[in-house]
C-alpha cells in the first residue's frame, strides 16, 4: 500500500467540487497493472466528468483523467515488468474507473501499452487522446483517399487539442490547411502550428438552411458537431471525406442527402476510446516515427496537480488553447 495524490471530485448536495487529496493504493479498482503516474493531460471530457456529467461519469466521489503515462509498480502479468515506461489512454480510465488525475492508477493489463521508443512519457502526454484522435482522423481520411492537392483541408475547433495537433499533423504531412476558430486572436498561434489560412467560425455557422453549398474543402477534421459538421459536409469537394470526433457544438445538425447523392462525400465517424488495443498501439507507433511533431511544445502548457481545478475551469469556459499537460510526479 502507497499513499497518493488524486484530484477528486465529489458530490455535495447536488453540487460537485473538485480538490486536492490523499489516498492509499488499496482504494484502487482491481486490475493487473498498478501504474505510478508521471504525465496526464486534461481533456475536454476530463472537465466534463469533473463536472458531474452523468453521461461520462456515473458515480461520486470519482478521479478524472483519461491519459496516464507513468512506470509499472506491480504487475501480475508477462507482459509489463516493474519500471516498464507505459501509457493508457481511453477505455473506462478517468470515466468510472480511478484515472490520470491522481499520481497512481490501476488498471486491466488489456489498456495498456508500452511506450513507444520514439517518445518520451511528457511527449506522449503532450499528444494524449487528442494526439491519438487527431492521428485517428487523418488516417482514416487518407485511406478514403486523400492526398496533398492545392485545395486546403479545414479543421474546426482548431484551437483546442484535437484541432491544433490535427494542424499540426496535417502540415507535418504536407497538407495545406484552414483552421476554424471563434478565437482571432489566435490567429498567430494557428499559423505557427502551420495553418495557411484562418477562417471565422461565424462562416461555418452561416448557410445552415441550404441543401448545398460551395465547394471549398479536399477533407475536412471536425471537432465540434451541430450543425457546423453539416455545414462543412456541404462544402466538401467531390469525393471528398470528413471525420467527425466531437460535439462541442452539438450533438445533432440539420441533413439532407443531397451532399452524398450529388457529390459523393463521405462522412467519417472516429472513435479513439474503445478501438482495440493493437490500433491505439499502431498510431502511437506511427507518432513516434513517421508523424512525429517537432513542435510539441509549441502548443503545450504544463501545469501541476495543484493548478488543475482552474484550468477545468477555463477549459468547460472554452478559454483554453491548445493542450494541457499535467505533471504528477
Not at 461520486?60 to 483519461?66: C, D, K, N, V
Not at 516493474?82 to 492508477?105: C, H, K, P, R, S
Not at 482514416?140 to 496533398?148: H, I, M, N
Not at 492537392?149 to 479543421?155: G, K, M, Y
Request: charged fraction near 20%; include cysteine; proline fraction near 4%.
Amino acid at each position: 500500500m502507497a499513499r497518493f495524490k488524486a484530484l477528486q471530485t465529489n458530490e455535495n448536495g447536488g453540487r460537485f467540487e473538485t480538490s486536492l487529496m490523499e489516498r492509499d493504493t488499496d482504494e484502487l479498482p482491481a486490475g493487473e497493472v498498478l501504474i505510478r503516474v508521471t504525465y496526464s493531460s486534461l481533456n475536454y471530457k476530463d472537465a466534463l466528468s469533473a463536472s458531474g456529467n452523468r453521461g461520462v461519469t456515473r458515480s461520486f466521489p470519482h478521479t478524472p483523467g483519461i491519459d496516464a503515462a507513468g512506470t509499472v509498480a506491480e504487475s501480475s502479468v508477462a507482459d509489463f515488468s516493474i519500471g516498464d515506461e507505459v501509457i493508457v489512454t481511453g477505455y473506462d480510465l478517468g470515466m468510472n474507473t480511478a484515472g490520470g488525475f491522481g499520481q497512481y492508477i490501476r488498471v486491466p493489463a488489456a489498456w495498456v501499452i508500452k511506450r513507444p521508443v520514439g517518445l518520451s512519457l511528457r511527449e506522449a502526454m503532450a499528444l494524449g487522446t487528442a494526439g491519438l484522435t487527431a492521428a485517428l482522423c487523418i488516417d482514416k481520411l487518407e485511406q478514403a483517399g486523400l492526398e496533398p492537392t492545392d485545395a486546403p483541408i479545414l479543421v474546426t475547433g482548431a484551437t483546442g487539442g484535437v484541432g491544433s495537433i490535427a494542424i499540426a499533423l496535417l502540415s507535418r504531412l504536407g497538407y495545406k490547411v484552414a483552421a476554424v476558430t471563434g478565437k482571432a486572436e489566435q490567429g498567430d498561434f494557428l499559423r505557427k502550428l502551420g495553418a495557411t489560412q484562418v477562417v471565422e467560425r461565424s462562416a461555418l455557422q452561416a448557410g445552415t438552411e441550404k441543401p448545398l453549398l460551395k465547394e471549398q474543402w479536399a477533407g475536412a477534421v471536425d471537432t465540434v458537431g451541430g450543425d457546423i459538421l453539416f455545414n462543412v459536409v456541404k462544402s466538401l469537394q467531390r469525393g471528398a471525406s470528413v471525420a467527425c470526433c466531437g460535439l462541442t457544438a452539438g450533438t445533432h445538425f440539420q441533413a439532407n442527402v443531397l451532399p452524398f447523392i450529388l457529390r459523393g462525400v463521405n462522412l467519417l465517424g472516429v472513435d479513439s476510446v474503445e478501438i482495440p488495443l493493437v490500433v491505439k498501439a499502431s498510431m502511437w507507433d506511427k507518432l513516434s516515427v513517421q508523424w512525429k511533431l517537432p513542435n510539441l511544445d509549441d502548443l503545450v502548457q504544463e501545469i501541476s496537480l495543484e493548478q488543475l481545478p482552474e484550468a477545468i475551469e477555463r477549459t468547460l469556459a472554452g478559454q483554453q488553447t491548445g493542450r494541457m499537460l499535467v505533471r504528477l510526479d
